[in-house]
């Protein structure tokens, strides 16, 4: 039986790339979607090699919202599984002395991703069936002073899905929200992360396939993140806004 195709939608992160590989393994055609996307030839031939898979590169700027529906109307197939990955962390002080590097956190860690999809729900709305994924984050579960930039535009992505999800709920699409805790990628690379609570790429795309495969609704990829987040959401206000964490 033919697999039907997964797109990854912020293709040249090393999550999206593993998510690529995890699903590649089962069968599955790949469209990976990137700016620059010419630029992942080296991996669409691996997964060609490696997998027998068919894999499609699409040129795809995720804060270009405005050539959105027509990216998704130039692809070969409508997929049936859309993972975002897209992402950008940026620097918290950065952010607060520009607005405009602060501005492009939050488009591209929210905007940008509802946007698309928010056209992608529509479009698997419309056929009936359909999984969308979207890789949101902890930071995003309360403001904390040592990224709240990056953590409020987290925030309204995971509002943004847990909506969705409820919306098509009964419309044959299913809608997952991942929440990885620290990654060991190329976004958090130099940074002093503790083994215990830091997955690797290939960890959160193997939670990925499986919370597709089970229609799970909501994934710490780490369950202790689980508890960690229940006891930092419980901090009273007046306690919380003295700590810096």
Known sequence: ????????????????????????????????????????AAEKTDLETRYGVAVTLHEFDALETTRHEAFL?????????????????GE??????????????????????ASILALLANRFDERGSGTLVGISSVAGERGRATNYVYG?????????????RNRLA??????????????????????????????????VADAIVKAVARRRDVIYVRPIWRLIMTIIRAIPERI?????I
């Open 170 to 203: 009964k419309r044959g699409v299913h809608v997952v929200t991942v929440l990885p805790g620290f990654v060991a990628t190329q976004m958090t690379e130099g940074m002093d992360l503790p083994e215990k609570l830091t997955a690797h790429p290939s960890e």
């Open 1 to 40: 039986m033919t697999q039907p195709p997964v797109l990854i939608l912020g293709a040249r992160s090393d999550i999206a790339k593993a998510t690529a590989r995890a699903f590649a393994a089962q069968g599955h055609p790949i469209q990976l979607a990137a700016r620059n996307a010419e630029t992942l």
């Open 240 to 244: 919380f806004k003295g700590m810096r």
């Open 152 to 164: 409020s535009a987290k925030a309204g992505f995971t509002a943004f899905l847990s909506g969705l």
């Open 92 to 113: 918290q002080e950065e952010n607060e002395r520009d607005t405009a590097a602060a501005i492009r956190v939050m488009r591209s860690n929210y905007e940008g991703p």
């Open 73 to 89: 109307s130039a692809l070969p197939e409508l997929p049936r599984i859309a993972i975002c990955a897209v992402g950008h962390m």
